[in-house]
């Protein structure tokens, strides 16, 4: 969403309902994405994600594959 260099968090452009998004990957038993829009009503597609050393590549794939079946 931003051209901007990130340190372990980024923003991500969600064309759908970034509410609905995150609650079917709790289905799922993996936690997703800040809802933007929850603070910044301009940035309502905004996802923000982190990923940091606690999390495997694996773990990362599978969050990638999850929010991209939603």
Do not use: C, H
């Amino acid at each position: 969403m931003f051209n901007a260099p990130f340190f372990k968090e980024f923003v991500l452009s969600y064309d759908g309902n970034v509410q609905k998004l995150n609650n079917k990957l709790l289905e799922e038993r993996v936690i997703g994405g800040y809802e933007l829009g929850r603070q910044y009503p301009e940035l309502s597609d905004g996802w923000l994600v982190a990923v940091t050393e606690k999390r495997t590549r694996a773990q990362i794939d599978d969050l990638v594959r999850k929010a991209v079946e939603q």
